[in-house]
């Protein structure tokens, strides 16, 4: 297919331009190639609305992608960059404009720079978590990422989306870890920010600001440049490695839980709290007595479930505390986090794994190990056939509203989006013992995998229409995505419309100011171009 508004002629021009810069193996054409960017989750497979791309351009160097943007901004080529495409739930490699040429970075998988004394790395967009690992395995620097599941994507591209990790918090927020970044605008121009601007700078990846306004927050979620390297701060390889869990009897438990573990993570003592259920998971849900539970009409009552609870011994709701650094330390750490939560009513603590690095290979097995800075696939694990789950689908796609980090917070979502899927008449992905994931380190995240067929129209159809059913009830109740797959981006982008849209028309000025002709990322979260603004918003 052509790009929007572009002939045969100029697109056959544009694409001789491309392998005159970056050779002839690597600019896609053929349908067999341009399929491989289709989204792997689309929630339009098969039907007319998929979104398409025209074709792929894979430079080598920033100058190529320089050279690339040029053309396409000589030529109005749309383009939509990305890093490795592996943004699997959020879109995958797809762009929000179909026809779109990607400008695939996966050969930029440079390790510019890995710092083992002041802890940072600058890497290229097609720097994998696990290419970052195996560089600093095979030099022996004595840092640790943090790495999300799973470990095949990359650095730059996770952090351009706002994307997280498992480990200490001010490192899992991917994006609030990195120092510094080399763009390419819509004009081609090269930009560096932060101390990178400075020529033979030292500073590039440990101090943000540089100075002057701070610029990179400009280029997250967006579509105002093309980062083709970003600096990063890393954690210090540590001693040592502790978890331990909290259990507690009561639903309402979760209350204290949670104010508790604030106080812990806030003041630097513990890595990411993980809450979780007992009642919840394989474990729980597929014994026939909750089961039975479970699917009693209108749900079964609280009381019930803390009886169950307590019958088997079991606890409510847990959390799992993560302790780094000396062993004496997380010891000690422990101990505090005890005191913390002595006052709820039956607690239990349980002592989990205990690690002294460098780690055995029979640890590393027992680990949680995207906690410990390694990156993995055991991920997959969670969607694959099994004995529970014999008919597994063929993806699916995340809502991931940000709620308050309170138990209270956590108990008024459960019930609301309970009652959203029962108004929509689907199987409920929420209990009375669902908890948040706590990637984000300051609030919750209730993500939910909402499922994808390449072979089932009808059921898409239904997932689409429950999606954007919770999205408004989110904003019913104050609670916005912070990240969507572009099939939703604008419907998620319309929820933050306080003062009649003010953020929506502030990027749209920045977008008109550093992208006239609109060639970047057309659409990406809302932001579309002038030429095309009327026609697609909701």
Known sequence: MLPPGVNARTFADAIRQFQAIVGKDWVFTSDEDVALYKDAYSPFWGEKDEILVSAAVAPNAAEEVSRVVRVCNTLRIPIYPISTGKNLGYGGSAPNLSGSVVLDLKRMNRVIEVDDKRHFAIVEPGVSYFDLYRYIQEHGLK??????????????????????????????????????????????????????????????????????????GLFGQSNFGVVTKMGFHLLPALESYLTGTVVVPRRNDIIPLVEGGNILEHAG??????????????????NPELRALMAKPGGPAIAELEQYAEKTNRGFFTLNLQFYGGQKVVRAQWEYAKEVFGGIRGVEFNEGNFIKFPATPEQLDKAHKVAIGVPNMAIFQIGARSE?????????????????????????????????????????????????????????????????????????????????????????????????????????????????????????????????????????????????RGQKKA
């Not at 351009?160 to 819509?186: A, I, K, N, Q, T």
């Not at 003592?269 to 809450?275: L, N």
């Not at 919770?470 to 104050?478: E, K, N, R, T, Y």
């Open 388 to 532: 529970f789950n014999p008919s597994p689908t063929d993806g699916h796609i995340w809502f991931s509203p940000v709620i308050p980090k309170t138990g209270e917070a956590i108990m008024e979502s459960q019930e609301v989006f309970m009652k959203a899927f029962r108004d929509m008449n689907m199987p409920s992905l929420i209990s009375p013992f669902s908890v948040p994931a706590t990637w984000i380190p300051r609030a919750f995240v209730v993500i939910m995998g909402l499922p994808v067929y390449r072979n089932n129209i009808e059921q898409n159809k239904k997932t689409r229409e429950l999606f954007k059913h919770l999205i408004q009830v989110a904003a019913d109740h104050g609670w916005g995505e912070y990240r969507t797959p572009p099939a939703f981006q604008q419907q998620v982008t319309d929820a933050y419309s306080w003062n009649n849209h003010a953020l929506r028309r502030l990027h749209e000025t920045l977008k008109d100011a550093v992208d006239p002709n609109g060639i970047i990322a057309a659409g990406r979260y809302g932001i579309w171009p002038k030429q095309m």
């Open 269 to 286: 003592v513990i890595g990411m709290p993980e809450y979780g259920s007992p009642l919840g998971g394989i474990g729980g849900t597929n």
């Open 143 to 216: 840092v640790w990422i943090d790495t999300p599941d799973p470990g095949w994507g990359s650095l730059v591209g996770n952090a351009m989306d706002h994307g997280v990790g498992y480990g200490f918090g001010p490192f899992r927020d991917h994006f609030y870890s990195h120092c510094g970044m080399e763009v390419v605008l819509p004009t081609g121009e090269v930009v560096r920010t932060g101390m990178g601007a400075l020529p033979n700078s030292k500073t590039w990846g440990e101090y943000h600001y540089g100075v002057g306004p701070y610029v990179d």
